[in-house]
Antibody
Framework: EVQLVQSGAEVKKPGESLKISCRGS????????TGWVRQVPGNGLEWLGT????????VYSPSFQGQVTISVDKSISTAYLQWSSLKASDTAIYYC????????????WGQGTLVTVSS | EIVLTQSPDFQSVTPKENVTISCRAS??????LHWYQQKPDQSPNLLIK???QSIPGVPSRFSGSGSGTDFTLTINSLEAEDAAAYYC?????????FGPGTKVEIK
């Protein structure tokens, strides 16, 4: 059974750093692109970027380039999304999601990680 | 960046009615357009890929059509469990983008 299991909800203060994770199982993790999608509660979906675990090739949305870092540890089938300095506007649910090829549809989603940034 | 617009924003529908949701791209994207359903407090779920290709396990009442810039998701004979937000998504060009969503409510 394919699973993308994300780390738990986080509450942080502005300026703090954070790294959330997404562990894939039930398929060849290295052979699928793993990406991240943001959803502010009550709002729509925004694509942040994606990484290919086999060679760490990474593509970012220009809107999020420099704001977040996507990384992967293929030895433990886990992708990461990282912030060095959080802002209140980063408050959202973050989903990890896989694609078979770079231009395929997202065919499986993680359960989401709620990140709350508040002073 | 390719902008996707959806219409309508919101639709209130009685069971067994047919629903049509439109998605328009700001430039031609071939058939690299996919549809997702998101129920409250759940992750999105793939309904249709590449404009019209069905997904195993998705009820046959969901169908898609279109190419280029204009796409349509049709739900035939809506059921109560179809209450959700529906999003189109393009994977033609980076940055990949989503439409703003259409919320379908059951009367």
């Amino acid at each position: 059974e394919v699973q993308l299991v994300q780390s738990g909800a986080e509450v942080k203060k502005p300026g703090e750093s954070l790294k959330i994770s997404c562990r894939g199982s039930g398929y060849n993790f290295a052979s699928y692109w793993t990406g991240w999608v943001r959803q502010v509660p009550g709002n729509g979906l925004e694509w942040l970027g994606t990484i290919y675990p086999a060679d760490s090739d990474t593509v970012y949305s220009p809107s999020f380039q420099g704001q977040v870092t996507i990384s992967v540890d293929k030895s433990i089938s886990t992708a990461y999304l990282q912030w060095s300095s959080l802002k209140a506007s980063d408050t959202a649910i973050y989903y990890c999601a896989r694609r078979y090829t770079k231009y395929s549809p997202i065919d499986f989603w993680g359960q989401g990680t709620l990140v709350t940034v508040s002073s | 960046e390719i902008v996707l617009t959806q219409s309508p924003d919101f639709q209130s529908v009685t069971p067994k009615e047919n629903v049509t949701i439109s998605c328009r791209a700001s430039q031609s994207i071939g058939t690299s357009l996919h549809w997702y359903q998101q129920k409250p407090d759940q992750s999105p779920n793939l309904l249709i890929k590449f404009a019209s290709q069905s997904i195993p396990g998705v009820p046959s009442r969901f169908s898609g059509s279109g190419s280029g810039t204009d796409f349509t998701l049709t739900i035939n004979s809506l059921e109560a469990e179809d209450a959700a937000a529906y999003y189109c998504h393009q994977s033609y060009n980076v940055p990949f983008t989503f439409g703003p969503g259409t919320k379908v409510e059951i009367k």
